[in-house]
């Protein structure tokens, strides 16, 4: 069966001369090939620091907030880095028996404590995954943290990569242990003013706390604006948000994904496009954050969250989009 993915893959072997013809000549090409897609609304494209492309192919204006699931947890990985600035964490090496000992349960496996906050943001805490078939569950439940820190042990902290909502939300829960605030205020504080954008509130848990790893929404160039954040080493506008060598680190493998086979850095998934590293922030539906650094080339793009992209599907056609379009257009800049 012939697939927008195979077609891409098809363009990618032939002849330069052939490729050449089907190749956008600009950024103002690319809204009316994504259009083809049909889960595809949005697209955003800063390149050397400019905006020099946001357009809605269908769904929602650009102006318009849009759900960017699992995305969200990159962005808790940025508070992460924020707080790790503010020195109210001294480490990411520190466990949550040092920054938010009142989330374990009383009955949590003792090796809960010994977590950090690098096994939480690389997603290797161990314990039992809350999604994919789990999540209906762990959501229903009464209080999420003490639900997702009560789960078996299935590897042990620092392992393997276990993707889970439940483990960033863990994460989001300590970082407003540790600062007092809640991670919409956190949010909102430490991003949302800093990039000029303003972050509406989200799904909150029995206990009130905001949803650590999805439901978070952000414009097509809210999006762009906290990639060239991690583009530009930390600091945005002259603020410093992030240390530096925590966005160094971030795009460095810690892990791999068993789905897509990119590596995992801190909340990003990384991978190369013509020998050039690139960094990756994706949720489901098909909403992506797209930053490959030495382009100076940030990418957001956002698609109907109701329906699923994976690895082999619509994310494939996405990503073969990314790598084989929209990139070369800034390397050959």
Same mark, same amino acid.
């Given at each position: 069966?012939?697939t927008?993915?195979?077609?891409l893959?098809?363009?990618?072997a032939?002849?330069?001369s052939?490729?050449?013809?089907?190749m956008p000549?600009?950024?103002?090409?690319?809204?009316s090939?994504?259009a083809?897609?049909?889960?595809?609304?949005a697209i955003?494209?800063?390149?050397?620091g400019?905006?020099?492309?946001e357009e809605?192919?269908?769904?929602p204006s650009v102006?318009?907030?849009?759900n960017?699931k699992?995305?969200?947890?990159t962005?808790?990985?940025?508070?992460?880095g924020?707080v790790?600035?503010?020195? #109210?964490?001294?480490?990411i090496?520190a466990?949550?028996?040092?920054v938010?000992?009142?989330?374990?349960p009383?009955d949590?496996?003792p090796?809960?404590g010994?977590i950090?906050m690098?096994?939480l943001?690389t997603l290797?805490?161990?314990?039992e995954?809350?999604s994919g078939p789990?999540?209906?569950?762990?959501v229903?439940?009464g209080?999420?943290?003490?639900?997702?820190?009560?789960?078996e042990?299935?590897?042990?902290?620092?392992?393997?990569m276990?993707y889970?909502t439940? *483990?960033?939300h863990?994460l989001?829960?300590?970082?407003?242990?540790?600062t007092g605030?809640s991670?919409l205020t956190? $949010?909102?504080?430490?991003l949302?003013?800093?990039?000029g954008t303003?972050?509406?509130p989200w799904t909150?848990?029995p206990?009130g706390r905001y949803m650590?790893?999805?439901q978070m929404?952000?414009?097509?160039?809210?999006m762009?604006r906290?990639?060239e954040?991690?583009?530009l080493?930390?600091?945005?506008d002259?603020?410093?948000?992030?240390?530096e060598?925590?966005?160094?680190?971030s795009?460095?493998?810690?892990?791999?994904?068993p789905?897509?086979?990119l590596?995992?850095g801190?909340?990003?998934f990384?991978?190369e496009v013509?020998?050039h590293p690139y960094?990756?922030?994706r949720?489901y539906g098909?909403q992506i954050i797209f930053?490959?650094?030495?382009a100076?080339?940030?990418v957001?793009?956002?698609s109907?969250?109701?329906?699923?992209?994976?690895s082999?599907?619509?994310?494939?056609v996405?990503?073969?989009?990314? #790598?084989? *379009?929209v990139?070369p257009?800034a390397?050959s $800049?």
């Amino acid at each position: 069966m012939i697939t927008r993915r195979t077609t891409l893959a098809l363009l990618a072997a032939a002849p330069l001369s052939a490729r050449a013809q089907a190749m956008p000549q600009g950024w103002a090409d690319l809204p009316s090939l994504a259009a083809e897609l049909d889960q595809f609304h949005a697209i955003a494209v800063a390149h050397r620091g400019e905006l020099v492309l946001e357009e809605a192919v269908r769904g929602p204006s650009v102006d318009t907030p849009a759900n960017i699931k699992s995305v969200s947890k990159t962005i808790v990985a940025g508070l992460l880095g924020s707080v790790l600035q503010s020195g #109210e964490i001294a480490d990411i090496s520190a466990t949550l028996e040092d920054v938010a000992p009142n989330l374990i349960p009383g009955d949590a496996d003792p090796r809960v404590g010994s977590i950090s906050m690098e096994d939480l943001v690389t997603l290797r805490a161990g314990l039992e995954r809350t999604s994919g078939p789990n999540y209906g569950n762990w959501v229903a439940s009464g209080n999420w943290v003490a639900n997702a820190l009560g789960r078996e042990f299935v590897d042990e902290p620092g392992g393997r990569m276990l993707y889970s909502t439940g *483990t960033t939300h863990v994460l989001g829960a300590a970082l407003s242990e540790a600062t007092g605030d809640s991670l919409l205020t956190l $949010a909102r504080d430490r991003l949302g003013d800093v990039l000029g954008t303003y972050i509406v509130p989200w799904t909150q848990d029995p206990q009130g706390r905001y949803m650590g790893g999805n439901q978070m929404a952000l414009t097509p160039a809210a999006m762009v604006r906290f990639g060239e954040l991690y583009r530009l080493g930390g600091s945005y506008d002259g603020t410093r948000v992030l240390p530096e060598d925590y966005v160094t680190a971030s795009f460095e493998q810690r892990t791999r994904s068993p789905y897509s086979g990119l590596s995992y850095g801190y909340g990003w998934f990384l991978g190369e496009v013509q020998g050039h590293p690139y960094a990756m922030a994706r949720g489901y539906g098909g909403q992506i954050i797209f930053v490959v650094p030495e382009a100076e080339l940030t990418v957001a793009i956002t698609s109907d969250p109701n329906q699923p992209a994976r690895s082999d599907g619509y994310f494939g056609v996405l990503r073969d989009f990314l #790598e084989q *379009t929209v990139a070369p257009l800034a390397l050959s $800049a």
